[in-house]
């Protein structure tokens, strides 16, 4: 079993930054894909972005592109995810997953997830 626990959401005003970290224990992350998910109120789960087991390979949705930077460390069994130029549509409770293949981007290949942390931009 792999447990996820995030951390690092908060209060921000727009065009702020924000760096969500995923500390994983029960077992090593080096073989897992990972990725970062948002759920905001009334609305359905959507991945924000993914990285490969080893890093070499990382995928962002559209919204995000070019603003946010996933990135691990397999030796501090640790995920990220730096957010800059926040917006106000950025609002959503974050969550951390991982799963057992080698990339994913679809929430039905994740099998763990973390609990979520709450980030909110202001205008």
């Known amino acids: 079993q792999v447990q996820l626990v995030e951390s690092g959401g908060g209060l921000v005003q727009a065009g702020d930054s924000l760096r969500l970290s995923c500390a994983a224990s029960?077992?090593?992350?080096?073989?897992?894909?990972m990725g970062w998910f948002r759920q905001a109120p009334g609305k359905e789960r959507e991945v924000v972005a993914a990285?490969?087991?080893?890093?070499?390979?990382?995928y962002y949705s559209d919204s995000v592109k070019g603003r946010f930077t996933i990135s691990r460390d397999n030796a501090k069994n640790t995920m990220y995810l730096q957010m800059n130029a926040l917006k106000p549509e950025d609002t959503a409770v974050f969550l951390c997953?991982?799963?057992?293949?080698?990339?994913?981007?679809?929430?039905?290949?994740?099998?763990?997830w973390g609990q979520g942390t709450q980030v909110t931009v202001s205008s």
């Open positions: 997953a991982a799963s057992d293949l080698t990339m994913a981007i679809n929430s039905f290949q994740y099998a763990y």
């Open positions: 990285i490969s087991w080893n890093g070499a390979t990382t």
């Open positions: 029960g077992r090593t992350l080096s073989s897992y894909a």
